[in-house]
């Protein structure tokens, strides 16, 4: 197992369309191992590969504080939604910043497990709006792309001067 390298807002790299896992094969699973100890080393309740610069379909999540539910999406789709919810978001890859992001309330997703076993889930509350953070990121998406101009505009420049000072 390795801990990758997680890319930091605003990287261009993260707005790179991930595209569909072709075979769960060993280097998936190694993927997929790699994204949980990346993501619970870092406190993280969900990771995309976008994030790690790996542009294929897989997030990997674990809601819990404990690591009991870890949870492998590949080649995720969200196939219904409904209602609306608001929740203050944060992400491993815009550190430090959290804002509130309009999202459907509840969804269904439909993916791949790491055995390439198909499955469907339905979520609310937290891992719904978890399961729509990320699959943003496999659009090129990133949580702040919600908010306004302004306040991208804000995130951005604060971001910059921290990582040009090492911070
Ligand atoms: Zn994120």
């Known amino acids: 197992m390795a801990l990758l390298n997680i890319l930091q807002y605003p990287d261009e790299r993260l707005h790179t369309v991930a595209r569909p896992v072709a ?15 990346t993501m619970y080393e870092s406190r993280g309740i969900g990771l995309a590969a976008t994030q790690v ?14 690591k009991s539910e870890p949870r492998v999406f590949i080649n995720p789709v969200i196939i219904e939604k409904d209602g609306e919810t608001t929740y203050e978001e944060g ?41 729509q953070h990320e699959l943003d990121h496999l659009m090129g998406k990133v949580f702040v792309e919600h908010l306004s101009q302004l306040k991208q505009n804000r995130i951005k420049a604060k971001l910059k001067k921290r990582q040009k000072h090492n911070l």
């Not at 610069?53 to 404990?66: K, R």
């Open 53 to 66: 610069d790996v542009h294929e379909s897989v997030v990997v999540m674990d809601l819990t504080e404990d």
């Open 23 to 37: 075979k769960i094969d060993g280097r998936i699973q190694t993927l997929v191992k790699d994204m949980f100890e």
């Open 91 to 131: 992400c491993l890859s815009v550190p430090g910043i959290y804002d509130t992001v309009t999202r459907a309330e509840r969804v269904k997703v439909e993916a791949l497990d790491e055995k390439g076993e198909k499955f469907t889930l339905e979520a609310d509350g937290l891992l719904a709006i978890c399961i």
